[in-house]
């Protein structure tokens, strides 16, 4: 009766590992055929006016891989600076925007902030630039 049930765990044991193996491929190859890109690396404001208020400008995100590409999270160097985006796939060929709003309020002089922007579409962050001088 022991060993039956050693054999019977034993044969969990290796469909758990088979199957976890095969998870694991899969989402390789997945991983393999999504792209991301972005028309522009860096944004420059220019001169802006402290007094005018935050300023926002908006990265147009691509993806040219041939399966769904998912945004998992953008985050911004500083907290002066705002990222939104929407984390709903973004379907092979089509584009989607990431407004970045930077709040000058007590920050005069010049600023450079970048954005790292994660997904399935590579392994790291693609990074973005927005940079000024506030006045």
């Not at 990265?59 to 985050?75: A, E, H, M, Y």
């Not at 973004?90 to 930077?102: D, E, M, N």
Request: hydrophobic share 40%; aromatic share 8%.
């Amino acid at each position: 009766m022991k060993k039956k049930l050693f054999v019977l765990i034993g044969l969990f044991a290796l469909l758990g590992v088979v199957s976890f193996g095969v998870a694991y491929a899969q989402a390789q190859k997945d991983k393999g055929n999504n792209k991301i890109q972005v028309a522009e690396t860096e944004y420059d404001f220019g001169e802006i006016m402290e007094a005018d208020g935050p300023v926002s400008h908006t990265f147009t995100v691509k993806n040219v891989g041939n399966t769904p590409l998912v945004i998992t999270r953008v985050n911004a160097s500083c907290g002066c600076t705002k990222p939104e985006y929407s984390s709903e796939p973004i379907a092979a060929g089509a584009s989607s925007t990431i407004k970045v709003t930077y709040n000058p309020a007590g920050r005069p002089g010049q600023f450079v902030k970048t954005i790292a922007i994660y997904s399935n579409g590579m392994d790291g962050a693609l990074t973005v630039r927005i940079k000024g001088v506030v006045k």
